[in-house]
């Protein structure tokens, strides 16, 4: 099992942060365009202070050739996520399209202000894979691509928010 924990700053309040992080388009342009998925839908989000959101992704990943025969050549996954407004955190889980029952990523997400008009954006994640032979491999590659998606998309966001002022 692998566990990262990720600290990003972000170019605007916890408040505004939050706001982007639901805005429907934004999430369009930072998976498809910014991040260059081959596919990015919101199944469902739920409006109100307690958000639920489900949306389905493919990014495009160098997968090595071990897990590319047990994960297929496309790695998509289904996300489901719940956001509590009282402690205004964000808790996910990944589910991936193939040997689901065989892998788990799941984490959180918390930002807090970082004053000067900036909020720090902190994400922890769980990763593991039960898969005979190739787990800790699954794990690391996960891992790897897990923490360069995120790094990326923290300056995404900043992009973003520099092109879409509140």
């Known amino acids: 099992m692998k566990t990262l ?3 990003h700053v972000i170019n605007c309040t916890p408040e505004r942060f939050w706001q982007v992080f639901f805005d429907q388009e ?3 342009w930072l998976y498809l365009d910014g991040m260059h998925f ?3 839908e919101t199944v469902r989000q739920s409006e ?3 958000v639920e959101r489900v949306v389905r ?3 495009k990943v160098d997968l090595p050739k071990p897990i590319q025969k047990v994960l ?3 790695f998509g996954y289904e996300e489901t996520g719940t956001f509590d407004a009282a402690s205004k955190t964000w808790r996910w889980k990944m589910r991936p399209g193939a040997m689901a029952d065989k892998m788990r990523m ?3 997400v918390r930002c807090e202000d970082a004053g000067g008009g900036k909020c720090r954006r902190i994400a922890e994640i769980t990763i593991e894979a039960k898969i005979f032979g ?3 491999m699954v794990e690391k590659t996960s891992e790897k691509e897990m923490e360069s998606g995120w790094n990326d998309s923290a300056s995404l966001m900043n992009r973003w928010l520099a092109d879409h002022p509140a």
């Open 5 to 7: 924990k990720l600290n």
């Open 26 to 28: 934004f999430n369009r």
């Open 38 to 40: 081959t596919k990015y």
């Open 48 to 50: 109100g202070p307690n």
């Open 57 to 59: 992704g493919e990014p």
């Open 72 to 74: 297929g050549g496309n």
């Open 106 to 108: 799941e984490g959180t």
């Open 134 to 136: 190739i787990g800790k």
